[in-house]
């Protein structure tokens, strides 16, 4: 069950808790997408029975799979929890110092994967980087 309400839960000191960036738009296997763009970016804290970011508390006995995705992404590792109950999927992405997934009582799944890009993703990628080398070059080489 997904709660929404912060006074249905006594409020103790989490186990655990960093900063995240979380989505409910995507289900499969993570992919860079306009989802994360627009993601919540919240404390991601970890209790005894339940998780919670921002408003969302997920209690651990309505979680039916959890996956722990690692992941990199230029030179950084990160990981990205997913949490799937009944009605809802919930990923989690993790500055690469923090590491819930040693906190969390779930029996999770572990799986390397290879984030996959959007061709827009990538087309601004590489515009950004041209942007910056012609910038670069003005100011610095050209003289």
């Known amino acids: 069950m997904l709660s929404t309400d912060r006074t249905d839960r006594p409020q103790t000191k989490p186990l655990y808790s960093c900063w995240c960036k979380g989505t409910d738009k995507e289900a499969a296997e993570p992919k860079a997408s306009m989802n994360w763009a627009f ?7 970890v209790f005894e029975d339940h998780v919670q970011c921002g408003d969302w508390v997920i209690a651990f006995p309505d979680v039916e799979k959890a996956t722990l995705y690692r992941t990199k992404s230029w030179l950084l590792r990160y990981q990205i929890l997913q949490l799937d109950t009944k009605d809802r999927s919930f990923q989690f992405g993790f ?14 799944t572990e799986e ?3 984030l996959k890009q959007s061709q827009i993703g990538l087309i601004v990628r590489f515009a950004l980087l041209g942007l910056l080398a012609y910038e670069v070059w003005n100011r610095y080489l050209a003289n």
Do not use: E, G
């Not at 500055?95 to 999770?108: C, I, S, V």
């Open 39 to 45: 993601s919540r970016r919240a404390r991601f804290r």
């Open 95 to 108: 500055n690469p110092w923090a590491d819930p997934a040693k906190h969390l009582n779930l029996d999770m």
């Open 112 to 114: 390397s994967v290879r």
